[in-house]
């Protein structure tokens, strides 16, 4: 087995900074190996990806509901 066949195409879903260098969403997908593959997966940071393949952004800036006041009774104050 090749140092080639143990290298996997992975794209960046969150930024980071590892031993790849700087990584965005924006970045291209770059080679890691299966070990690294792993640790970045258990942290949500890469998707595995096909050759020429870019995965699609994910979005994760939702707005957080508005609170709501609560009037004297505990009820929400409309």
């Known amino acids: 087995m090749s140092a080639e066949d143990n290298e996997i195409l992975v794209q960046s879903i969150k930024t980071f900074h590892g031993e790849e260098g700087f990584k ?5 997908p770059f080679p890691v190996s299966r070990q690294r ?5 258990a942290n949500a940071l890469v998707v595995e990806v096909a050759s020429g393949e870019k995965a699609a952004p994910v979005v994760n800036n939702k707005a957080a509901p508005a609170p709501r006041n609560k009037g004297k009774n505990g009820d ?3």
């Open 24 to 28: 965005t969403p924006a970045s291209e």
């Open 37 to 41: 593959l792993a640790d970045l997966k």
């Open 76 to 78: 929400a104050a409309d």
